[in-house]
């Protein structure tokens, strides 16, 4: 029983080592970041460019385009910071989240589609917040 709990014990204490420590760390330039910022900022309004699907800039929309532009600022602040975070974070992540395996297009790990989803979930949630239209507002108010 001892031996098998100083087995497991010394395991434990080589998770962190699991990454090559001497491998460098791979964070983002600024023009990555810029890339980052503008696919984004595309997603989320790609279906603003014609005016027949006008939903945020519309005339009914309860923000001005100050607040959009505010709001959209933050959030993208927010996935950069999102970014920043991870590169740091990756080092200490288990090997069987950080291992690439092949999806066919190319190779992806666990850590890079949790982090995929959690951008998409955060992109979801920004075009949520800025589609309130004044129709909307008075029925939640009432």
């Not at 790990?109 to 800025?130: D, P, R, V």
């Amino acid at each position: 029983m001892l031996i098998e709990l100083q087995a497991a014990l010394t395991c434990l204490a080589s998770i962190p080592h699991a990454i090559n420590q001497y491998e460098s760390l791979h964070i983002p330039s600024w023009s990555e970041y810029l890339i980052v910022g503008l696919v984004y900022s595309v997603i989320l309004f790609f279906y603003e460019v014609s005016e027949d699907n006008l939903v945020i800039f519309s005339k009914r929309s309860k923000r001005s385009w100050t607040q959009i532009l505010t709001i959209h600022a933050a959030f993208i602040t927010l996935l950069l910071c999102a970014l920043r975070t991870c590169s740091y974070m990756i080092r200490y992540l288990p090997f069987w989240m950080t291992d690439e395996f092949d999806l066919g297009e190319g190779n992806m790990s666990i850590a890079e589609i949790i982090s995929l989803i959690g951008a998409l979930a955060l992109l979801a949630y920004e075009h949520q917040w800025l589609i309130i239209t004044e129709d909307e507002s008075e029925n939640v108010q009432e």
